[in-house]
Every structure is written in structure tokens, then in C-alpha cells.
């Protein structure tokens, strides 16, 4: 009777060690953050919108760089009680919701571009001086949160709808020697959010695979000065 416990408790553990090969577990520490601010950001002429729209670009992508804490966001489905029905009721879904602001921590830099980078953000939504309100659609953008795997490929990822910077935390500063580095706060605000990897055939996720495994490749070879524009 005995060896019978055994042996199935010996099964169950190689199952459990197949399994965790097999699928690693998630790591939270392995995360991308993708930033696209609104298409008019900085506003201005042709040639103006034209020249604000790389350098935002370029700004955007050193501040998802530099992204050092994000939650994902989660969703909630309101019901109501069904009483119109005979003995127990029943919760009924009446209405989706979602989750409050999305909070992400970035690591500042020596000349806080990434709070001001927020802040010309903002100040699409809201005019400084006179303090008029932009159209809503001027103003929003969307916001890409992936999981990574151990190999730093995209294994899970949602996409915030019209979001827009909502609040820009306070930066405490302290005359105290520390080896810490500065951290800057920013709460997202947002309408929905979308499954990224809902739509992805197997195919879709074999030449994503590839694709950056060639580009990890490809950077890690370039020289530091060129790679640090990228």
C-alpha cells in the first residue's frame, strides 16, 4: 500500500516538474511598455507638426524606456439581482467596467525630460494661460503593456484606449545622501482596454518570435553609439 502512495506521489511530482518546464511561470520583472502620444502633440504648421512628431517620437520611446514599474489594468462586470424569477435569484451582467487609472513609475533623468515630456502632454488637453479645454480626441493616445518572456519576447499584452496622462505625482526630493534613483509618478487615465493577443494566429506569433529575436541580435552587435540612438 505503502510503494502505491509513493509511486503516485512520485507521479504527481514529475507531472508538476513537466509542467514547469514546460511553461515557465511569469516574471514580473520582464515587462515592455510601448508610449504613443497624441498624433498633434505640440501642434503648430506642417513642417512644425512634422519635425514635433519625430522628436516625440524619439522622446516616447526613452520614456517607455525608462518605465520601471506598471500594473495591468483589470476589468470589472457590474451586475444587477434578477428577482423575477421563482426561489433564488440570479446576478445578472448589466454593464462592463473598468479599471481605475493606470499608475506607472518612470526613472527620471538628471533634466526630468520625462516630466515634461508628461507635461506637454497635458498641455494639449488644457491651455496653460487661458486655461480653455482641448477636443478630446487631440489630447488622447494609447498606452501598450506586454508580459515578456525569460527570452524577452511578447507573451501577453493589452492596449489602454484614449488615455492621456491624468496626474503627474509629486517628485519628493531629499538633502539626505542616497544611491537611489528618482522616481517619477504618472497616472494614466483611460476608456477601455483590448487584449492585444486575442487576434494572433500561431503563425502571427512564430514571425513575431523571429522578428525579435533578429532585432535583439541585430542591437546587441552595434556599436554602443549608434545603438544608443535607436
Not at 3 to 26: K, P, Q, T, W
Not at 133 to 162: H, K
Request: proline share 5%; aromatic share 12%; hydrophobic share 40%.
Amino acid at each position: 500500500m505503502s510503494n502505491f502512495i509513493e509511486n503516485i506521489a512520485f507521479s504527481a511530482l514529475e507531472n508538476f516538474v513537466g509542467i514547469s518546464m514546460r511553461d515557465n511561470y511569469a516574471l514580473p520583472s520582464h515587462f515592455e511598455v510601448i508610449i504613443s502620444p497624441p498624433a498633434k502633440f505640440g501642434g503648430g504648421g506642417f513642417l512644425n507638426q512634422f519635425f514635433n512628431s519625430v522628436r516625440t517620437e524619439n522622446n516616447a520611446r526613452e520614456v517607455s524606456l525608462r518605465c520601471s514599474n506598471v500594473a495591468m489594468p483589470g476589468r470589472n462586470l457590474t451586475t444587477v439581482t434578477d428577482s423575477n424569477i421563482y426561489g433564488p435569484t440570479r446576478e445578472i451582467v448589466e454593464n462592463v467596467s473598468f479599471a481605475e487609472d493606470v499608475t506607472l513609475s518612470f526613472q527620471a533623468s538628471q533634466d526630468l525630460k520625462e516630466r515634461e515630456f508628461f507635461e506637454s502632454w497635458q498641455q494639449q488637453a488644457f491651455n496653460a494661460t487661458s486655461f480653455d479645454v482641448g477636443y478630446y480626441f487631440d489630447y488622447v493616445g494609447q498606452v501598450d503593456i506586454f508580459l515578456l518572456d525569460q527570452n524577452n519576447r511578447r507573451q501577453y499584452g493589452c492596449r489602454l484606449n484614449e488615455a492621456f496622462p491624468k496626474t503627474i505625482g509629486q517628485v519628493d526630493l531629499d538633502a539626505t545622501p542616497a544611491t537611489g534613483i528618482l522616481a517619477l509618478p504618472v497616472s494614466m487615465s483611460f476608456r477601455t482596454w483590448d487584449n492585444l493577443d486575442r487576434d494572433r494566429t500561431p503563425l502571427q506569433r512564430f514571425i513575431e518570435d523571429v522578428v525579435d529575436e533578429s532585432t535583439l541580435a541585430l542591437r546587441r552587435n552595434l556599436p554602443p553609439s549608434i545603438r544608443s540612438l535607436l
